[in-house]
């Protein structure tokens, strides 16, 4: 909570709720998630809120915004450089706290300064491997396909 307070942010109760969420958070949670967390607790709360909020954290570099799922934007409050492992099914992203050390050839970097990387490993998650996510055995639930909308 300590590198939010010294962003400039006015720290209004629901903005507060907002980061108190994010806080320690590695579920790399959508702004949709993250605004049924916290509407619960403030019930006035607005998804333009939320919205709004995730954009100035991200303009500020608090949060890092991810691009691995098309389907929605995904936001880390982690800002350490880190990689991820991203379940093809069931869309969960895993933090990866290895350090590679990728070098890019000068001749690749079309006149870049590269300051840093990050990379996505794609794969399934050891809950769908097992026949499903958040599948609790007693087998009324469909798993996986929710998220699809076409
Ligand atoms: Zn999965
Ligand atoms: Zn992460």
């Known amino acids: 909570m300590e590198k939010y307070k010294n962003i400039g942010l006015k720290l209004t109760p629901q903005r507060l709720a907002i980061l108190d969420f994010l806080e320690g958070n590695t579920s790399h949670p959508s702004a949709e998630e993250i605004f049924t967390a916290v509407s619960g607790r403030f019930p006035t709360m607005s998804f333009a809120t ?34 991820h492992l991203i379940c093809t099914r069931c869309r969960r992203i895993a933090d990866v706290q290895v350090d590679y050390k990728i070098d890019l050839p000068r001749s690749s970097r079309m006149g870049f300064e590269i300051t840093g990387n990050h990379i996505e490993f794609f794969g399934v998650c050891p809950a769908c491997r097992k026949g499903g996510p958040e599948k609790t055995g007693s087998g009324a639930q469909t798993p996986g396909e929710e998220n699809h909308e076409d």
């Open 50 to 83: 939320v919205y709004n909020t995730l954009e100035t954290l991200k303009g500020k570099g608090a949060v890092v915004e991810l691009t691995g799922d098309p389907q929605k934007k995904r936001f880390d409050p982690n800002t350490a450089p880190h990689h």
